[in-house]
């Protein structure tokens, strides 16, 4: 039996330039004279596009079934963006943006200095923080980690595989708790309109940023995210057009801050394979190790003090 390991998270801009030059090390030539491409590290000559693989399933009350694992491309699989040299752009974008523009978010007078770039997110990827609602999903434009949805009669399940991210949203209709204190995740009730699950969101933690925004081509680069405040509510939207995909709005609405509701443009995310299996992560930085050495040196005083 091989010893337990732990899976230590890097940023995406690490993990992608090791990939990055893995791939290039296991490709003399991606085709030559029109022949098969040969084999890159990690299979990436292998990413395609997705087809849209008949309706969708639907469960026993009639409503799309939005259980299962997806990805924030159109290739049902991890797609870091360092690697686009290899599939290309359309694969890995989550919107045409022929189609739809997801528009900057637009601010009172004197809000956008005090709020944007502010908040608990900026820096991200160096301070481990948790990400919270909707960045932690938002964020995977960037990021490109899977969230995983288990959909029962009654309740909605949602896991974010990084940042660590867990809800259970009730989606019988039932109003939100009296008095709700602040969270991450928030207080969140769902009801169906129509084919789509719509999640109400309120009594969010103001500290935590709003990240991910998107930029005119469909990709990640939208400009710098902000704070809210503790007003902030959210309407998230999700249905399943299809087997393969999903796709997933939000509505951020802050009367504090922001001068008219912000939306996310319909982002899709597509099914992932039934080998591909739930990975553990955990984030750290040099600020914990310094904390950590810290820590065992005032013991090691302690100690020798006793002796």
């Known amino acids: 039996m091989k010893p337990l390991e732990k899976k230590k998270w890097l940023s995406g801009h690490a993990a992608g330039a090791l990939l990055a030059v893995l791939c290039l090390a296991y490709m003399p030539a991606l085709a030559q004279q029109g022949g098969a491409p040969k084999p890159i590290a990690g299979g990436l000559e292998q990413v395609k596009e997705l087809p849209p693989g008949g309706p969708a399933p639907r469960t026993a009350d009639g409503h799309p079934d939005l259980t299962g694992r997806w990805y924030p491309n159109g290739a049902g699989r991890m797609l870091q963006r360092t690697y686009m040299t290899f599939f290309g752009k359309d694969v890995r974008r989550q919107f045409d943006p022929k189609v739809v523009q997801e528009e900057p978010p637009v601010f009172k007078p004197g809000m956008e200095a005090k709020y944007r770039g502010k908040g608990k997110l900026v820096g991200f990827a160096d301070l481990c923080n948790w990400a919270g609602v909707p960045s932690a999903i938002l964020m995977q434009i960037t990021q490109n980690w899977p969230m995983q949805l288990i959909l029962t009669p009654g309740q909605l399940v949602q896991l974010i595989e990084f940042p660590r991210d867990i809800r259970v949203i009730h989606t019988d209709g039932r109003a939100h708790h009296k008095d709700p204190d602040p969270s991450f995740n928030g207080d969140s009730v769902a009801h169906w309109d129509g084919d789509t699950l719509v999640i109400d969101?309120?009594?969010?933690?103001?500290?935590?940023?709003?990240?991910?925004?998107?930029?005119?081509?469909?990709?990640?680069?939208?400009?710098?995210?902000?704070?809210p405040s503790d007003q902030e509510h959210l309407i998230e939207r999700i249905n399943r057009p299809s087997m393969?995909?999903?796709?997933?709005?939000?509505?951020?609405?802050?009367?504090?801050?922001?001068?008219?509701?912000?939306?996310?443009?319909p982002r899709r995310w597509s099914l992932a394979g039934p080998n591909d299996d739930w990975e553990e992560q955990y984030c750290t930085n040099e600020s914990d190790l310094t904390d950590a050495q810290s820590v065992a040196a005032q013991a090691a005083k302690a100690k020798a003090k006793t002796r």
């Not at 969101?201 to 710098?224: K, N, R, S, V």
């Not at 709005?249 to 996310?264: F, M």
């Open 201 to 227: 969101t309120i009594a969010l933690d103001p500290g935590m940023g709003i990240t991910g925004l998107a930029g005119p081509d469909g990709l990640a680069g939208g400009g710098q995210g902000w704070a």
């Open 244 to 265: 393969n995909f999903i796709t997933y709005q939000v509505t951020v609405e802050d009367p504090v801050v922001l001068a008219k509701p912000w939306n996310s443009a």
